[in-house]
């Protein structure tokens, strides 16, 4: 009688939300884009986006699981259930906000180009008659559409972030215009390749948070709990300074 008295308090306690472990969400990241989140060498997800929220799921109290997940059909994984979180140097903009909810922002960035290293390109204008590769449907792609019109043929569009930058490598195009951490990260990773970077001061500020399903009010508390914690111990920093130092 022992033994099942035992079984059955611990069968108690194991259901009992107050005794469980944290909830494990499941994570959408296309992992494509280092430094914040790619495939290593042992097929896991790692990067800069992989850090913060391990440690924003440590101080929200939740276990989360990473998934690599195509950008194309990214946020409809939300609205299906397969997946709780996208994680993947996601901008907050307001056409976004009214599928989906987003965290406080986490991070701050801005588009950037990449050319060849002889290229006269020097300012985002200079594109506007030029073959310009970005990942569909990103930021990225926002910015050319306005500078180039929506449907200029002149942009070509590709389910990642390495294809653009490929077809760059490879001639077919004469810029590619990605978030700075991205372009400048391949840039100087990738010599050989003979790219260099263009800055341009029309880039807005651009804001990465992390998108839950529109109204999961509960798990968003839980991640802007963490964000805040891990911006006020220093946590956060630490791992600014990994990767992108000081
Ligand atoms: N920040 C840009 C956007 O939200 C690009 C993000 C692309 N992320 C990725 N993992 N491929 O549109």
């Known amino acids: 009688f022992g033994k099942l008295f035992a079984a059955l308090t611990a069968s108690v306690i194991l259901a009992s939300p107050v005794f469980a472990a944290g909830k494990t969400y499941q994570v959408a990241t296309d992992a494509s884009y280092a430094p914040f989140e790619s495939m290593n060498d042992k097929k896991e997800v790692v990067g800069f986006d992989v850090d913060v929220l391990k440690a924003v799921a440590a101080k929200g109290g939740f276990d ?19 997946r709780d979180i996208v ?5 907050i903009t307001d056409e ?20 060849s290293a002889s290229s006269k390109v020097t300012k985002f204008a200079d594109l506007k008659n030029l073959k310009v590769a970005v990942q569909t449907g990103t930021t990225g792609d926002e910015v050319v559409q306005k500078l180039q019109g929506k449907t200029s043929p002149n942009i070509k569009r590709f389910e990642s972030t390495p294809l653009a930058i490929q077809e760059l490598l490879s001639g077919g195009v004469d810029a590619v215009v990605a978030d700075n951490g991205v372009v400048i990260n391949y ?3 990738n010599k050989g390749a003979k790219l260099k970077v263009v800055d341009d001061s029309s880039f807005a500020k651009e804001y990465y948070g992390y998108a839950v399903k529109k109204g999961n009010k509960d798990l968003l508390a839980k991640i802007n709990t963490g964000i805040k914690a891990i911006k006020a111990d220093g946590t956060y920093d630490k791992i600014y300074k990994k990767y992108f130092g000081a």
């Open 187 to 189: 840039v100087a990773n």
């Open 96 to 115: 976004r906000k009214q599928s989906m909810d987003f965290s406080e922002p986490y991070f701050e960035a801005k588009q950037m180009i990449a050319v």
């Open 64 to 82: 989360v699981k990473f998934i690599n997940t195509p950008w194309e059909g990214i946020f409809a994984t939300l609205s299906t259930g397969d």
């Open 87 to 91: 994680s993947s140097a996601v901008t």
